[in-house]
C-alpha cells in the first residue's frame, strides 16, 4: 500500500511517574493486561522483540488479537511499534493499514513526572477508515484513563 495518503493522531498527557515507571508498564505483560484490560499479552522487550495481545474470554477463540514488532526500542525514552497484524472475531477490518503503520510512545520526564505521547500512523485517509479511525481515537482516551488508574493503584501500593 505504498502510495497511499495516510493520516495519524496523537494523544499525550501528563502523568505523575517517572519515565522508568511509564516505559516499564509499556512492556510489563502483567502491567498491559491490567491498564488495558487484555486477557493475554506477550512481550519480547527488545529491539526487533514482539509485543501482542489477545482479548476475550476464550484463549482458545479470542475477540481480538493485535501483534507488532519493536521496532525502536530506547527505554526509558521512546518505543516504536510496526504493525504486525490485527484480528478481530467480527472479521477483517474493510481496508488495510499502510506499510508504514508505526505506534510511537514517547516519554518525556517533566516537573510533575512526565509526558507520555503516543503517535499512531497509517490510517488510509479513505472514508473506509473513518469508523476505525474514531474508534482508535477514543481508544486512546480510554487506554490513558486505564494508565492513570494503573498508576494510581500501583504507586498506592
Given at each position: 500500500m505504498k502510495g497511499i495518503e495516510t493520516r495519524s493522531h496523537v494523544h499525550e498527557e501528563s502523568l505523575a511517574a517517572t519515565a522508568e515507571e511509564i516505559f516499564a508498564l509499556l512492556i510489563t505483560p502483567s502491567a498491559i493486561r491490567r491498564w488495558w484490560g487484555a486477557?493475554?499479552?506477550?512481550?519480547?522487550?527488545?529491539?526487533?522483540?514482539?509485543?501482542?495481545?489477545?482479548?476475550?474470554?476464550?484463549?482458545?477463540?479470542?475477540?481480538?488479537?493485535?501483534?507488532?514488532?519493536?521496532?525502536?526500542?530506547?527505554?526509558?525514552?521512546?518505543?516504536?511499534?510496526?504493525?504486525?497484524?490485527?484480528?478481530?472475531?467480527?472479521?477483517p477490518l474493510p481496508f488495510e493499514f499502510a506499510d508504514e503503520s508505526l505506534t510511537t510512545f514517547d516519554i518525556v520526564p517533566s516537573s510533575e513526572g512526565c509526558i507520555l505521547r503516543v503517535e499512531q500512523t497509517?490510517?488510509?485517509?479513505?472514508?473506509?477508515?473513518?469508523?476505525?479511525?474514531?474508534?482508535?481515537?477514543?481508544?486512546?482516551?480510554?487506554?490513558?484513563?486505564?494508565?492513570?488508574?494503573?498508576l494510581t493503584d500501583t504507586l498506592s501500593e
Amino acid at each position: 500500500m505504498k502510495g497511499i495518503e495516510t493520516r495519524s493522531h496523537v494523544h499525550e498527557e501528563s502523568l505523575a511517574a517517572t519515565a522508568e515507571e511509564i516505559f516499564a508498564l509499556l512492556i510489563t505483560p502483567s502491567a498491559i493486561r491490567r491498564w488495558w484490560g487484555a486477557a493475554r499479552v506477550t512481550v519480547l522487550p527488545e529491539l526487533n522483540g514482539v509485543w501482542t495481545a489477545a482479548w476475550g474470554e476464550k484463549e482458545d477463540d479470542p475477540e481480538y488479537i493485535s501483534t507488532a514488532a519493536l521496532v525502536e526500542f530506547d527505554p526509558p525514552r521512546r518505543l516504536t511499534m510496526k504493525y504486525g497484524k490485527y484480528y478481530a472475531k467480527s472479521g477483517p477490518l474493510p481496508f488495510e493499514f499502510a506499510d508504514e503503520s508505526l505506534t510511537t510512545f514517547d516519554i518525556v520526564p517533566s516537573s510533575e513526572g512526565c509526558i507520555l505521547r503516543v503517535e499512531q500512523t497509517g490510517f488510509p485517509a479513505d472514508p473506509i477508515a473513518d469508523e476505525f479511525y474514531a474508534a482508535c481515537e477514543t481508544g486512546w482516551q480510554t487506554t490513558f484513563e486505564g494508565i492513570r488508574n494503573y498508576l494510581t493503584d500501583t504507586l498506592s501500593e
